[in-house]
């Protein structure tokens, strides 16, 4: 219950509107914010089996990079249960655009230094990690991945490094790995080859 006292504490006294503009793209999608809107389409999505992920990590990321102590530490709680519910861990301070999607709700990682746009989608066992190592959390200057705006990321994709831009309109394939900057309007892919031998007998 106490959980809940922090979370309805923060509602109450904090600017809501870009948490708002989220949940109305993620969440309602079709209409305007309304808190019935959102309360009921949540119920909906639990009574047909689908995830409310996106409604617990944006809400636990806004309390930990603007509450106070008590909501900093409740959104970490929140966040160790989503890790453990949903084996997703987005690091709180990541930026994620509107309409983000996840195919398949299992081994994704994203760093909190990925700025990721509009209408990006990501599939199963995917990382988007850092190659530096930081000691301190500083959120607005940093070395950082962008990925833009109407992304596909294909299932079992690396994508690595600090100063890193993925830009708008691309597609990137199953199983690639990614360690350099990307232009917009393009597919990209790691090239594998498949070796069969078959044994005599």
Same mark, same amino acid.
């Given at each position: ?81 989503? %890790? ?24 994704? %990682? ?22 530096? %190592? ?16 109407? %992304? ?50």
């Amino acid at each position: 219950m106490l959980k809940y006292f922090h979370i309805i504490k923060f509602l109450m006294t904090h600017d809501l509107t870009k948490l708002k503009e989220f949940w109305e793209a993620d969440i309602i999608i079709d209409k305007s914010f309304k808190w019935r809107r959102l309360l009921r389409r949540l119920r909906e999505r639990k009574r047909e089996g689908l995830q409310n992920y996106f409604f617990w990590w944006r809400l636990a990321n806004e309390m930990f990079l603007n509450g106070n102590i008590s909501q900093h530490l409740t959104a970490k709680r929140i966040q160790i249960d989503l %890790v453990s519910k949903y084996n997703i861990e987005i690091a709180f301070g990541a930026r994620i655009g509107k309409n983000f999607i996840i195919g398949h709700y299992t081994g994704i %990682v994203i760093t909190e230094t990925t700025d990721i746009g509009d209408n990006v989608t990501i599939r199963q066992n995917t990382t988007i990690g850092r190659k530096t %190592v930081f000691v301190e959390h500083d959120y607005r200057n940093r070395l950082c991945i962008k990925i833009g705006n109407n %992304v596909d990321i294909g299932a079992h994709t690396c994508i690595i490094g600090d100063n890193l831009s993925i830009g708008n309109n691309v597609k990137i394939g199953a199983m690639s790995f990614i360690n350099k900057d990307i232009p917009d309007n393009c597919t990209v892919y790691t090239e594998k080859t498949n070796k069969i031998q078959i044994k005599s007998l």
